[in-house]
């Protein structure tokens, strides 16, 4: 879609720049990298006045062009370098009108690179809340550009800043914040002559941060290194000196601007509500309680739902067997892809629910809260307080956990959380999970009113988030590095969950779940399908050749009967029973057979495929008629060298530990590689998790059993 402007959403953390960007462009938006990075890029479309069309892109969000982490860094390469796909035409300023003073620090650095600059002062309905009144025109009149006051969040004053957009000029109009030259005239001056540039504040970024451009030759980059040498250019004194002298600057602004009507003291509520949700032994509490109401809501509200899915896909499966010719296609379609895919789409209830509570708990801004608490206790375990936000969203996916540590600046910590990220139950797991958990432990309520199987599923979430911490404290004596570490977080305000973001949340990660894992679970189950319906030619006519003659000698029953055990000795002796079984002797002391081995290789592709792959198999096992569905397949699956149920409550719980602790997800080991640019650390990853996970399912077998 062709643009006819280009707009750049920049402002710190925390403003509701995500949320401005959604309601500009709504679902015309898409997610890539910003070309050469690995780091994710917002884009989107909007319509402008009449007849423009504006391309509108998300800018990590930032505290001041001088970076702290690799995400900070991209706002000033996008800005600085005028061929970048992504540089814009107008920069909107999104700043918090709770906190105008720090958010405008930004707003004055942005301005001297002399790019067309709206201010869009968001959370103007919240300020009012708390008293604060402000000069919108007088504010306007002295920094010299629009200003827009707007509620992203109530979707108040989104009219008015298109307008505003409509109307800006193409060449700055807004003044400088300060006077840069008197920081480092000399090198300013050399720095600006070697890039052919007018700007001096340009310039003086250039000096701070040319290593991190490409759009510098290496002998313009030398040069530059040089002109610092020689006018001793100390970037980080200079970094100090400006931000003073633009606070200085910022109270002459400011002065008038803002009144404190005196309605209601700033965050009181939010600061009452904190000292209860965020204290040393109240705080930990209630966030145990919230954890298990959201298991037990997993395990309660999607009964039902999931029942009807259950039971719609074994119709699904009876009406296909009953109307469509027999043969090879009709088993494939039946016993392999809808087996396969019925094994997942149950599961949407489930993930939908999860999915919604937690953007609940980040809408709301408890889950800050949490990443608060949670910084003491990382601290003594080696890691960050900036780990706990990739560790808890783990609990969706390790990916764009893995991705999100990018905001750790000491390599340490950063190396050590993208090692123990994996660790934590994300998702994906949460099939396997639910599965065996409805498989060996009883659908009872504890007090009467809490569940014992949500218990359960707590507790595995609540294991794989202990080992995560003491691999971590493990690794903290391993890797040897000399920086340290600090964690600075601003408190959200608490707000009212958004509803219409909660069902976008709900219905997004659901249709991802099953596109994303859906593609691989169809294209594992056609596989596994052929493998488990074929096998070497002289074993399956053996097989027929020694059912054939005893069939002549039986009932209709026993041939029925006989029918089943015939389906069982072929699956044995098919291209996967042979795989299984070739695999088995090393898992056979865990408590898993060779179908649950199937199931661990097919998994390493997505976990969910364990669902999958255990449906498949068992469809074309089809030991028993009647239990058309999984959970029932399973139930009545045997070991078939004692006889008795496979799935034990020692067999059960082994294998969702084996879960827990194992890498088994290729797009893990990928991402590891791509943010490490290396092969070390997947592999070292994958190699202890792995052990990790066979040794406590060896542990917890033989203990059980």
């Not at 201010?119 to 604060?132: H, I, R």
């Not at 707007?150 to 914040?177: F, H, M, V, W, Y």
């Not at 040897?480 to 969950?497: D, N, R, T």
Request: hydrophobic content about 45%; some cysteine; proline content about 4%.
């Amino acid at each position: 879609m062709a643009a006819d402007l280009k707009i750049a959403l920049v402002g710190n953390p925390n403003t509701g720049k995500s949320t401005l960007f959604n309601l500009l462009t709504g679902l015309n938006q898409k997610i890539g990298n910003f070309p050469g990075i690995t780091v994710d890029k917002k884009t989107g479309f909007c319509k402008i006045g009449d007849h423009k069309t504006a391309e509108v892109v998300d800018l990590p969000g930032t505290y001041s062009l001088y970076p702290k982490s690799k995400d900070e860094s991209i706002v000033f390469q996008i800005l600085a370098d005028r061929e970048n796909r992504s540089h814009p035409d107008l920069i909107v300023l999104v700043a918090d009108a709770t906190n105008l003073r720090r958010n405008l620090l930004l707003y004055t650095q942005v301005a001297d690179l002399q790019i067309p600059v709206i201010l869009a002062l968001n959370m103007t309905d919240m300020a009012k809340k708390e008293g604060l009144a402000i000069d919108i025109d007088q504010l306007s009149k002295n920094l010299g550009v629009q200003v827009v006051a707007i509620s992203a969040r109530n979707n108040i004053g989104l009219k008015e800043l298109k307008d505003a957009i409509a109307n800006a000029p193409t060449i700055p109009t807004q003044e400088p914040g300060t006077d840069i030259q008197v920081l480092a005239p000399e090198a300013i001056a050399a720095a600006g002559q070697l890039i052919q540039t007018t700007n001096p504040y340009f310039a003086l970024q250039v000096l701070h941060q040319h290593s991190e451009l490409d759009i510098y030759t290496p002998e313009q980059h030398q040069q530059l290194n040089q002109i610092a040498a020689e006018h001793n250019f100390e970037s980080s004194k200079i970094q100090t000196a400006e931000t003073v002298a633009r606070y200085r600057y910022l109270g002459t602004i400011l002065n008038g601007i803002i009144t404190d009507t005196g309605a209601q003291k700033k965050f009181i509520m939010s600061d009452r509500i904190d000292k209860v949700l965020t204290h040393k032994v109240w705080g930990f509490a209630i966030f145990l309680l919230i954890l298990l109401f959201v298991f037990n809501a997993i395990f309660s509200w999607s009964a039902y739902p999931m029942d009807m899915i259950e039971e719609g896909f074994a119709r699904l499966t009876d009406l296909g067997h009953e109307h469509l010719p027999e043969g090879m296609l009709t088993d494939l379609l039946l016993d392999g892809v809808v087996a396969g895919l019925g094994g997942i789409v149950i599961f949407i209830p489930q993930i939908a629910i999860l999915f919604a509570l937690i953007s609940i708990m980040e809408d709301t801004g408890y889950m800050a809260r949490v990443t608060f608490m949670m910084d003491r206790i990382m601290r003594k375990f080696g890691l960050s307080g900036k780990s706990v936000v990739p560790m808890i969203g783990s609990l969706a996916c390790a990916v764009p956990s893995i991705m999100s540590a990018r905001n750790i600046e000491n390599w340490k910590d950063r190396i050590i959380t993208i090692m123990v990220a994996p660790l934590v139950s994300c998702s994906a797991r949460l099939p396997v999970y639910t599965l065996l958990i409805s498989l060996i432990i009883p659908d009872e309520k504890v007090l009467g009113f809490i569940s014992l199987q949500a218990l359960t599923l707590m507790g595995m979430y609540l294991i794989s988030i202990i080992a995560a911490v003491l691999v971590a404290f493990v690794m903290k004596f391993l890797i040897k590095a000399k920086e340290k570490s600090y964690f600075i977080m601003e408190m959200p305000v608490y707000q009212k969950p958004r509803w219409n973001n909660v069902l976008l949340t709900m219905y997004e990660k659901s249709k991802t779940f099953v596109f994303e894992a859906g593609k691989v679970i169809i294209a594992i189950s056609i596989v596994l399908w052929v493998m488990a319906s074929y096998g070497p030619s002289d074993r399956f006519e053996k097989i027929d050749q020694k059912y054939e003659k005893i069939e002549l000698q039986q009932d209709s029953v026993a041939i029925s009967t006989l029918e089943r055990d015939r389906s069982a000795e072929k699956l044995e002796n098919s291209y996967v029973g042979i795989l299984g079984q070739t695999i088995e002797p090393a898992i056979r002391p865990l408590g898993f057979d060779w179908k649950i081995g199937i199931a661990l290789i097919t998994s390493f592709a997505a976990r969910e495929a364990f669902v999958g792959t255990m449906a498949t198999i068992y469809s074309v096992d089809s030991a028993d008629e009647e239990a058309t569905t999984i959970r029932n397949k399973l139930k009545g699956a045997t070991d078939a060298n004692t006889g008795l149920p496979l799935f034990t409550f020692a067999t059960g719980f082994s294998l969702m530990l084996f879960y827990a602790f194992a890498m088994q997800c290729m797009s893990t080991v990928a991402i590891v590689y791509r943010e490490t640019k290396s092969w070390k650390w997947p592999m070292i990853q994958l190699v202890y998790m792995t052990a990790l996970a066979y040794f406590a399912s060896l542990i917890a077998y033989q203990l059980l059993r």
